[in-house]
């Protein structure tokens, strides 16, 4: 659940992670004159079993062009 005053960027924060689920962007969200946008996301896990973590990354590769980094 996500709560907060209007206007502090719920809306903005769904659509993030959405983005980084390989959703397609609209865009209209590209900001007038730029040429791209960019998300961006880093996410951490602790004590998380190897094999999860290889069906994460085959998951997050096979969602499309994305930089992912599994530390050692």
Known sequence: MLTGETGTGKTMVVTGLHLL?????DAARV????DRAVVEGRFTTVDLDE?????I???LDASGPSATTTAA
Do not use: K, L, T
């Open 57 to 59: 990354d085959e998951i």
């Open 51 to 55: 094999q999860i973590a290889a069906q």
């Open 21 to 25: 689920g390989g959703a397609r962007a």
């Open 31 to 34: 900001r007038s004159g730029a």
